[in-house]
């Protein structure tokens, strides 16, 4: 059976990893005998510039017409300079997630043991760390209604939820708990938002059907510290949109970089994979960018959007390999960084690949 991959390669450094997840895809097709069709499609700073809008209606087409969707990044400093700009890259990436039910944003945080030293905290506190994220990802402030006052001098992002939005987002949390070591800890900020007290009671509601797993619940503050102080106490995180893309981002100095974090954008209609790093203009083109997130993105495309869980291993265990093997794109050198062996963005992807043939002769 064929599969349909759509590439959305972004803008800044997403053309260049999604490159290389993109022919890890390939590989594995070829090694496996599967059938992947791959199409590319413009979306965020390159499509404004081509088009006006941030996501092209050609594209959102041909996003609801694959079975799974290879993302890069959006943004550009140029947005960042000047906020009263009505068209934003960032606004695709809002449609997509929105128009495709994709409510559920899967973030694992694994820390290779061959990057110890790579990360920003001592070994003996990260050595271990392996947590798996469930970031709401349709609702909240991101969402809301937005309001300007006519004078400038007054701005607000109402932050909604709907008990059917935390509900589904829980069960899904406590399924996956159920496959691992059965601990699930909910974040919010029930002390202060009326939005957190709905979250906890449905959470806690959702709670009494899984007996066997425990729940807690941690203020996102208080979640902040203890990433740093004990990640390695947490299993599953279930949490509301802006508190998981703050929180998942503070991991990325516990594993070593964001250039080693994946996701998965999974819901009602086509899954969304994508590196949580954004699109770094300034290193953009220079051939530096670590592809790792992009190729780990990749294996969750492979084992949650087509159940390819054996490849997905493969491709997992072949970037465990390299890293073992000493290479390093300069973000996740360690702080005894001149034992490393230091390679660019293709470099990196073409050492995976290699990896991959070795394995699978």
Same mark, same amino acid.
């Given at each position: 059976?064929?599969?349909?991959?759509?590439?959305?390669?972004?803008?800044?450094?997403?053309?260049?990893?999604?490159?290389?997840?993109?022919?890890?895809?390939?590989?594995? @097709?070829?090694? /496996?005998? /599967? @059938?992947?069709?791959?199409?590319?499609?413009?979306?965020?700073?390159?499509?404004?510039?081509?088009?006006?809008?941030? !996501?092209?209606?050609?594209?959102?087409?041909?996003?609801?017409?694959?079975?799974?969707?290879?993302?890069?990044?959006?943004?550009? &400093?140029? %947005?960042?300079?000047?906020?009263?700009?009505?068209?934003? +890259?960032?606004?695709?990436?809002?449609?997509?997630?929105?128009?495709?039910?994709?409510?559920?944003?899967?973030? +694992?945080?694994?820390?290779?043991?061959?990057?110890?030293?790579?990360?920003?905290?001592? +070994?003996? *506190?990260?050595?271990?760390?392996?947590? !798996?994220?469930?970031?709401?990802?349709? #609702?909240?402030?991101?969402?809301?209604?937005?309001?300007?006052?006519?004078?400038?001098?007054?701005?607000?992002?109402?932050?909604? %939820?709907?008990? /059917?939005?935390?509900?589904?987002?829980?069960?899904? @949390?406590?399924?996956?708990?159920?496959?691992?070591?059965?601990?699930?800890?909910?974040?919010?900020?029930?002390?202060?938002?009326?939005?957190?007290?709905?979250?906890?009671?449905?959470?806690? $509601?959702?709670?009494?059907? %899984? +007996?066997?797993?425990?729940?807690?619940?941690? !203020?996102?503050?208080?979640?902040?510290? $203890?990433?740093?102080?004990?990640?390695?106490?947490?299993?599953?995180?279930?949490?509301?949109?802006?508190? #998981?893309?703050?929180?998942?981002?503070?991991?990325?100095?516990?594993?070593?970089?964001?250039?080693?974090?994946?996701?998965?954008?999974?819901?009602?209609?086509?899954?969304?994979?994508?590196?949580?790093?954004?699109?770094?203009?300034?290193?953009?083109? $220079?051939?530096?960018?670590?592809?790792?997130?992009? *190729?780990?993105?990749?294996?969750?495309?492979?084992?949650?959007?087509?159940?390819?869980?054996?490849?997905?291993?493969?491709?997992?265990?072949?970037?465990?390999? &390299?890293?073992?093997? #000493?290479?390093?794109?300069?973000?996740?050198?360690?702080?005894?960084?001149?034992?490393?062996?230091?390679? #660019?963005?293709?470099?990196?992807?073409?050492? &995976?690949? $290699?990896?991959?043939?070795?394995?699978?002769?």
């Amino acid at each position: 059976m064929q599969k349909n991959i759509l590439i959305i390669p972004g803008d800044g450094i997403g053309p260049e990893v999604t490159a290389c997840g993109k022919a890890v895809l390939e590989e594995v @097709a070829a090694r /496996y005998g /599967y @059938a992947f069709a791959f199409e590319e499609a413009q979306m965020g700073h390159e499509a404004i510039l081509a088009t006006g809008v941030a !996501l092209p209606d050609e594209t959102f087409e041909k996003a609801k017409a694959s079975d799974a969707i290879l993302f890069g990044a959006v943004g550009h &400093v140029r %947005y960042d300079n000047d906020p009263t700009l009505k068209v934003r +890259p960032e606004q695709g990436l809002f449609r997509m997630r929105k128009e495709l039910g994709l409510y559920a944003n899967i973030r +694992p945080v694994i820390l290779f043991d061959e990057l110890l030293d790579a990360s920003s905290l001592k +070994p003996e *506190i990260v050595k271990g760390t392996d947590i !798996l994220f469930f970031r709401e990802l349709t #609702g909240g402030a991101y969402f809301g209604e937005k309001v300007r006052s006519e004078d400038g001098e007054m701005a607000s992002d109402l932050m909604v %939820y709907h008990r /059917y939005e935390v509900e589904r987002i829980a069960v899904k @949390a406590f399924e996956a708990a159920r496959t691992r070591r059965k601990k699930v800890c909910s974040v919010d900020k029930a002390n202060v938002l009326e939005s957190s007290r709905l979250w906890r009671e449905v959470v806690q $509601q959702v709670a009494r059907r %899984y +007996p066997d797993v425990e729940t807690t619940h941690m !203020l996102a503050d208080n979640t902040a510290m $203890q990433l740093i102080k004990h990640p390695t106490w947490f299993d599953v995180i279930v949490t509301e949109n802006l508190f #998981g893309d703050i929180l998942t981002d503070e991991t990325a100095q516990v594993v070593g970089s964001m250039g080693m974090l994946a996701s998965a954008s999974i819901g009602d209609g086509t899954g969304f994979f994508e590196p949580i790093h954004g699109s770094a203009y300034d290193i953009a083109g $220079q051939d530096k960018a670590n592809p790792l997130a992009s *190729i780990l993105s990749a294996a969750l495309l492979l084992e949650i959007g087509f159940g390819m869980k054996e490849a997905a291993k493969q491709v997992n265990d072949a970037v465990a390999r &390299v890293l073992k093997a #000493g290479y390093r794109t300069s973000d996740i050198s360690g702080r005894m960084g001149h034992k490393d062996k230091i390679v #660019g963005t293709r470099e990196m992807g073409a050492l &995976v690949i $290699q990896s991959l043939r070795e394995q699978l002769l």
